[in-house]
Every structure is written in structure tokens, then in C-alpha cells.
């Protein structure tokens, strides 16, 4: 049985090959987007190729009967990646705003999944996991604070809410499919801290610049599906 099923047995064969071919589609535009766009300049297409490589995970998880606060949170994403991939102080920010409340999304899909124990973040290795994400959380808050400008609030801001993103993963078991969502969201948060390593800490003339683009997008698109793929199936 495919990983990515339907959770409704009446939605049939029919949505298990079109959130399939969603899936697939979606992998192709991230592909695409990795080795031919993600680190040139803004463009129609750059953003389109961009934009569908998530937005055909959200479909495929609606397809599939995935909860809506995962789809609300892959449809967040995909607006976030538009905003983000446009050349614009403005979208920027939507971006970050859309990019948080996809965050919030995934928390609540963690929170109240059947198989979420709140006790597990105070047994170990998962507490030391939790403190952890905290104290990276702290130094990349103080970090930014110092190096993003006029934009510090808004990304010191984003930065408790991707922690508290990777702590609410941690309420669910590190077994079966389930463990591909655990994983996800850990990606998640090591793409958001290379980006925000890139925006606003790494120079122009650093060289470490010419593979940030292929980190993030790597690590976040792999993100999105491990998570979606994941909280479908588990």
C-alpha cells in the first residue's frame, strides 16, 4: 500500500492515483526549482515553479483526507514561498507572517494527532531535544537581532514559533511512518536557520553563498514532503 492513502476508504482508488500524480508533480517542480532556479534572480517563472512545488503537496493532502490544519499549513507555505520569492520589502514580510502561521498549522496538526503523548517532552533524550531547540533558538534570535536591520522584529519574532514548531514534533513517536513527519520538521527548522544564515548573516562575497540556495531548498522541500507523507499515512 502506497504511503500517501487516503484516510477515507470511500475517496477510492481514484484519489489514491491523483494525490499520487499530485505528489509526484509537486516533486518534479521542486526538482526543477533546485537545479535550475533557486539561486538565480526573481522571475515569473522562478516564482510559478516555486510556488507549485508546494502547492501540489497541499492538493495531494487534501486529495488524500489529510486534516485541514496540515493542509492550511502546506497552504501557508506555498503563499509564504511566493511572497519570499518575490524582490520586495513588503512580500517579505507576508512572507515571514505566512511562513509562521503555517508553523502554528503544523503545531496544531502535532498537538492533536492521535498518537501525540504531551509526557514525552519531559523523558529523555527528548527533553534534552527540547532544551536543546531552545537555547539554538536563543543565540539565532540574539544573532538576528544584530544583523537584520529594519526587518529584526519581524524574523526575531519567526524564530520562538519554528522552535515551538520542532518541540510540538516531539510529542509524537519516533516509529513507523509517523517517524518521516519527526523527521520533517526538524529539516523544517535547519532550512529556516541556513536561510536566515544567508539573508542576513553570510556576506555577498562569502562562498558558502553559492550552496545556501541548494541547502534550503533541499532541506525544505524534503521537509514538506516527509511531513506531509507522514501525518497522511500515520
Not at 4 to 32: F, N
Not at 110 to 122: C, E, I, K, Q
Not at 189 to 209: G, H, Q, W, Y
Request: with cysteine.
Amino acid at each position: 500500500m502506497s504511503l500517501l492513502t487516503p484516510l477515507s476508504a470511500g475517496e477510492g482508488r481514484d484519489a489514491v492515483a491523483l494525490a499520487q500524480v499530485l505528489l509526484a508533480l509537486g516533486g518534479v517542480c521542486a526538482l526543477v526549482y533546485w537545479v535550475g532556479y533557486c539561486y538565480r534572480a526573481e522571475s515569473v517563472v522562478r516564482s510559478f515553479v516555486k510556488t507549485a512545488s508546494v502547492t501540489c503537496l497541499a492538493l495531494a493532502g487534501w486529495v488524500a483526507g489529510g486534516d485541514w490544519p496540515l493542509i492550511a499549513a502546506l497552504g501557508f507555505c506555498a503563499l509564504g514561498d511566493f511572497a519570499l520569492s518575490r524582490d520586495s520589502a513588503r512580500l517579505f514580510l507576508l512572507g515571514v507572517g505566512a511562513f509562521a502561521l503555517g508553523h502554528l498549522c503544523y503545531i496544531a496538526t502535532f498537538l492533536t494527532h492521535p498518537s501525540a503523548d504531551m509526557s514525552r517532552l519531559g523523558a529523555q533524550p527528548r527533553l534534552t531535544a527540547v532544551i536543546g531547540l531552545g537555547l539554538v533558538g536563543l543565540g539565532m534570535a540574539v544573532l538576528l537581532y544584530r544583523t537584520a536591520g529594519a526587518l529584526r522584529f519581524a524574523v526575531v519574532a519567526y524564530v520562538p514559533v519554528i522552535v515551538a514548531m520542532g518541540c510540538a514534533a516531539l510529542v509524537l513517536p519516533a516509529s513507523g511512518v509517523l517517524v518521516l513527519a519527526f523527521f520533517g520538521a526538524f529539516l523544517f527548522i535547519l532550512s529556516d536557520f541556513v536561510l536566515s544564515l544567508e539573508l542576513f548573516v553570510l556576506t555577498a562575497a562569502n562562498p558558502l553563498r553559492r550552496l545556501t540556495p541548494f541547502a534550503v531548498w533541499g532541506t525544505y522541500w524534503g521537509a514538506q514532503a516527509l511531513l506531509l507523507t507522514g501525518l497522511v499515512a500515520g
